[in-house]
């Protein structure tokens, strides 16, 4: 997996700066090409010399420095790199990505990348704990970089707590992780629903959910990030994800006929919209006014996408569910055919509609059962993908 690719190694200004040299050695063992950026202050902790002379390359200690190759325009390591690592990364480098500053080479290079960045923080207990380091670090998973918890133990200060870098065979096996993922949906189709269906009632009145699309645009910006073709089918108006093709929908009717369409050619659907099981009856064509103490409205059933959208490609659904969550799930994987489900129980905080994070748990047809804790969407999104790849190499 390392074998020829370009893992830019950053390292900033921790005691842990000289654990660096043992992950950028193991790193160069395995064959990567291990390029070193170090700032300004883990030069004070370890020589850029030793870095040299493990991995072989020229290590970019500042932007104006003349040795390397990298220098003359900063990008050029952003675009070379496989994946970033920064380890050790201390709360100044971390609330400086969280806020999009550059102002070092390292920063610079973080903000130019589109490779997938690992960051493993080391530092003293309460600078982790502090509220500020959680945000930032809270801000970073919900842009899609993998952080590395760091462990516990015996710290620089001689107290005992968390914040000690995470062991060398954790980081080197996250950035094995997102090697394998970035290209293992190379080729691939995937149709994803997004979003919360809108059923009009009249011209002014819709029936709706509370459901935001993030979910959704999560998958969809993850898959085409794994390279697959992704078609994102919404009724969301959040930013479209880079380099999908979005088709954007209101009422179920219209989402069933845009997913039948879009769905021909593909490998998988994931269906991660709330499709309305019900619309008006009657669409009313003039504003419904105010007359009456009551008004009752006639609903009938839409069609189920899902149950009933032929092909032989994977089909995953997703089960909002607030009692009986596991069992429901369950129902729906079989009733309507799917290969997987992911479901979750809305009752539980920072979970569900309208929020970053989602705690769910995976179906698969075969009955296996996987609970994954609190999660950024898009970390959930990479462990559904990891499921929809793991039926797709065995087909
Ligand atoms: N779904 C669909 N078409 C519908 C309703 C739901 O394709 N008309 C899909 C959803 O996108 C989701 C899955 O089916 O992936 C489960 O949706 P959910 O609303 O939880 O299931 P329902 O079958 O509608 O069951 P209920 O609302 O009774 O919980």
Request: one cysteine or more.
């Amino acid at each position: 997996m390392l074998e020829g690719k370009t893992v830019v190694l950053g390292i900033t200004g921790s005691i842990a700066a000289y654990k660096a040299a043992g992950l950028a050695s193991k790193l160069t063992q395995a064959g990567a090409g291990v390029e070193v950026v170090m700032t300004e202050a883990a030069t004070r902790f370890i020589t850029p010399l030793t870095l040299r002379s493990i991995t072989g390359r020229p290590v970019v200690t500042g932007m104006w420095q003349p040795a390397s190759e990298f220098n003359i325009e900063h990008v050029s390591l952003a675009e070379a790199a496989d994946v970033v690592a920064i380890a050790p990364a201390t709360a100044n480098v971390i609330a400086k990505l969280a806020s999009g500053i550059a102002d070092d080479i390292l920063t610079c290079t973080v903000l130019a990348t589109r490779a997938p960045v690992i960051v493993a923080p080391a530092m003293n207990d309460n600078m982790y704990r502090n509220p500020v380091t959680q945000e930032n670090l809270a801000r970073l998973r919900a842009r899609g970089f993998v952080i590395i918890e760091p462990g516990y133990g015996r710290l620089a200060s001689g107290k005992t707590g968390i914040g000690r870098l995470a062991e060398l065979g954790k980081i080197i096996g996250a950035i094995r992780q997102v090697l394998q993922r970035k290209s293992d949906l190379a080729g691939k189709r995937m149709v994803v629903t997004a979003g919360g269906t809108r059923e009009p009632i009249d011209p002014v009145r819709f029936i709706g959910n509370r459901s935001s699309g993030k979910m959704g645009y999560a998958l969809a910006e993850v898959a085409r990030e794994r390279g697959a073709k992704v078609t994102l089918v919404t009724t969301s108006s959040l930013p479209p994800p880079a380099e999908v093709e979005v088709v954007t929908v209101e009422t179920a009717l219209q989402m069933k006929r845009a997913v039948t369409r879009v769905a021909k050619n593909t490998d998988a659907l994931i269906m991660a919209a709330a499709v309305a099981d019900y619309r008006p009856e009657k669409v009313a064509r003039a504003k419904i006014k105010k007359k009456s103490a009551k008004l009752t409205l006639g609903l009938v059933a839409t069609l189920d996408i899902l149950a009933e959208i032929k092909g032989g490609f994977i089909k995953v659904g997703f089960a909002a569910e607030s009692e009986d969550v596991i069992a429901n799930a369950r129902k729906k994987l079989e009733t309507k055919g799917l290969d997987l489900i992911v479901a979750n129980d809305i009752t539980i905080k920072d979970s569900g509609f309208g929020a970053d994070s989602n705690k769910v748990t995976i179906i698969d047809k075969n009955g296996k059962v996987e609970d994954l804790p609190l999660m950024s969407k898009r970390e959930v999104a990479d462990r559904v993908l990891d499921r929809v790849v793991g039926i797709l190499v065995k087909r």
